[in-house]
């Protein structure tokens, strides 16, 4: 598939507001810090005043010692902490206490749900690392990415995330980027997961797909290479629900929000036809989840950021999911873990993290489901752990999460099962499922090609 026919430029009214000026760069004494005081992605080494938050120690790379793992074939993540206790739990009885350290999100949910929704604490464990080529690129990056295009785009390598200081006018465009483009699998199948739609009886409406993605910006042979103009490739077949079953969607995620859009194209089997889609993310619904979580929240936030204007509320010290393996194991089924209104706390981890505060305000000119978004950051891997959202009113009305895991498999974080819970209802969704499965997520097994995603190869695998 050609260059111009993957990228396509984005309306010409919101190129004329984008400055075309570069920013960030840190200096030489800045980047030094990296690997030093500050770990290689830029979070801070030392542990907090209070002990409350460890110290950096990063003495893992990869499986850790005693634990019988085989990489690249979908099995069960396996705790290296089975013998941790929580510290404690905020209940619906206690939480004031801890108000500093919660989201409004959290709150929210131990008010509704005072006798059953608990946050058990553990021990903060900061123990695995990155691979040191990806910590040299960072470093790279630290001194020589730029932002562009008004920060819808960025110059600089691929590999790791592109800002591990943000500075300077864009840096809330920077901290975002770091989000997008983290150093993730470069190859990731799921054969099947499950989606399910709790209601407050915890009754439960299922959705299932099948996942592929091909990610550019990791592929083992373009780590370090200037970023190119592709960064991603996607499949999603949809099996569940049976009124929607065979229909399948692939797209195309651009680096450069400015300078090109995501495109999509979609199989239905009642016309059996392949159509490109005139617009594929925002707040169209996402396939499998009864249209309650919308295509830009897979991972709390993805895609263009063009709808909202960003800020970054700085940092804090919040209770978020962290080593969430318990809650991945094979041991676990559906039934112990979707207990009604929320899941089984007894199955969720929660550390106390420094995160990035990202605030995201819908502008006047645009729309969507959500007036304003705010995102919370683990500072040691720039993902997004949680998110609140708020309705075009400003009242709250989902809080979600996002279990991610060390994976063995690829030496960093992996996205695991996320819960999106809706305020308003009281039910929720359980997003990418695989405890009850034979296997999880096939990372970095490779064999995934920018050719099995185009028209005609959709076009192919519906037939």
Known sequence: MRKQQLLKPIAVSIALTLSATAYAKVSPEEAAKLGNELTCMGGIAAGNEAGTIPPFSGKWLGTPPGIDYEPHVGQHPIDPYPDDKPLFEITGSNWEQYRENLTEGQIALLERFPDTYRIPVYPGRR????????????KKNALEAESIDGGMGFKGYMGPIPFPIPSGEHKAMQVLANHNYPYRAFTEVMEVRDLADVNTEGDITWGQTQNNTL???????RIGEPVSDIMAYSFTGTLLPTRDK????????????????????????????????????????????SGKITIDQDRLMNGSPERYDWTVKGKREI???????????????????????????DLMR?????????????????????????????EDTWHSVMSDYYDTREELVMHALLNYYYAYDMKAWHAGT??????????YVAYNLFQDLEKGPILNAGGLKPEMYTPAALRRRAH
């Not at 123990?127 to 960072?138: G, K, L, S, T």
């Not at 995501?262 to 009642?270: D, E, F, K, S």
């Not at 106390?352 to 007036?371: A, S």
Request: aromatic content about 12%; some cysteine; proline content about 7%.
């Open 319 to 345: 209770y978020v999911p962290a080593n969430a393996y318990r809650i991945h194991e094979e041991s676990v089924s559906y039934d112990e873990l979707l207990t009604a209104n929320h899941p089984n706390p």
């Open 215 to 221: 990610n550019v910006i990791t592929l083992p042979d």
């Open 127 to 138: 123990d695995f690392r990155y691979p040191d080529e990806i910590c040299e690129v960072a």
């Open 350 to 378: 929660y550390e106390l993290r420094r995160v990035w505060v990202l605030e995201g305000t819908l502008k006047d000119t645009h729309r969507h489901k959500y007036g304003k978004r705010v995102m919370f950051l683990d």
């Open 418 to 427: 996320s819960f999106y819970h809706d305020l308003n209802s009281g039910g």
């Open 246 to 289: 065979g229909k399948k969607s692939l797209s195309v995620e651009p680096m450069n929000f400015a300078q090109g859009q995501r495109l999509a194209w979609a199989y239905n089997p009642g016309t059996r036809r392949v159509r490109q889609l005139p617009e594929f993310g925002f707040d169209t619904p996402a396939a499998g989840t």
